[in-house]
């Protein structure tokens, strides 16, 4: 089994930061990837940001310059830095891992979310 656990959502103001962490736990032989996506009431879930195990980075147009992902393959553990947080960016955001478990094969797993809120 794989969990993936998802902290540090809140509300902010717009203008703000905020941090989010994401720790994947379990039987896990190695993550190829791992990325954040969001979504925003009655709006499909899109990509943020995704980090590969190399640490090459992509971000979605809207968030360049202000959202950092970073992982730490040591702890199995993916962040988004969010900067100059505006009212847009107010959605639940989600953990993606794509992985190889141990003794099988790669699969792609979420959080369960975390509720970001910038209000105006």
């Known amino acids: 089994q794989v969990q993936l656990v998802e902290s540090g959502g809140g509300l902010v103001q717009a203008g703000g930061s905020l941090r989010l962490s994401c720790a994947a736990s379990g039987s896990i032989f190695v993550i190829n990837s791992m990325a954040w996506y969001r979504q925003a009431p009655g709006k499909q879930r899109d990509l943020v940001a995704a980090?590969?195990?190399?640490?090459?980075?992509n971000y979605a147009d809207s968030v360049k310059g202000r959202f950092t992902i970073s992982r730490d393959n040591a702890q199995n553990t993916v962040y988004l830095q969010m900067n100059s947080l505006k009212p847009e960016d107010t959605a639940v955001y989600y953990c993606n891992a794509d992985l190889n478990v141990l003794g099988g094969g790669r699969d792609n797993y979420w959080g369960q979310g975390t509720q970001v809120t910038v209000s105006s």
């Open positions: 980090i590969t195990s190399l640490g090459s980075t």
